[in-house]
Nanobody, 113 residues
């Protein structure tokens, strides 16, 4: 089975940046729509960014212009570059492939001064 491991989270000040990584145990991201989700305390999980097989990207309105999703050509790593972070971005961030009901541990992002 494919395992997905998120990393790169941490505590940052408002306006700071982080790059999250999602590593797959098999090369699957070349063949799948890959998405980043986040779940803030007391809220349900929400989609924040996605990338298709051909590299087309989409973003939630709340992160447009600040977040960038990308992947390596070998298809085993997807990134989420997060700039100008806001306290509202505080959440556990997860990566997944489209339609899969399987979740890793996620990585915690905390934006606070």
């Amino acid at each position: 089975q494919v395992q997905l491991v998120e990393s790169g989270g941490g505590l940052v000040q408002p306006g700071g940046s982080l790059r999250l990584s999602c590593a797959a145990s098999r090369i699957i991201f070349r063949f799948s729509i890959v998405e980043w989700y986040r779940q803030a305390p007391g809220k349900q999980r929400e989609l924040v960014a996605g990338i298709t097989r051909d590299g087309t990207t989409n973003y939630a309105d709340s992160v447009k212009g600040r977040f960038t999703i990308s992947r390596t050509n070998n298809g085993n790593t997807v990134y989420l570059q997060m700039n100008n972070l806001k306290p509202e971005d505080t959440a556990v961030y997860y990566c997944n492939t489209k339609g899969r009901d399987a979740w890793g541990q996620g990585t915690q992002v905390t934006v606070s001064s």
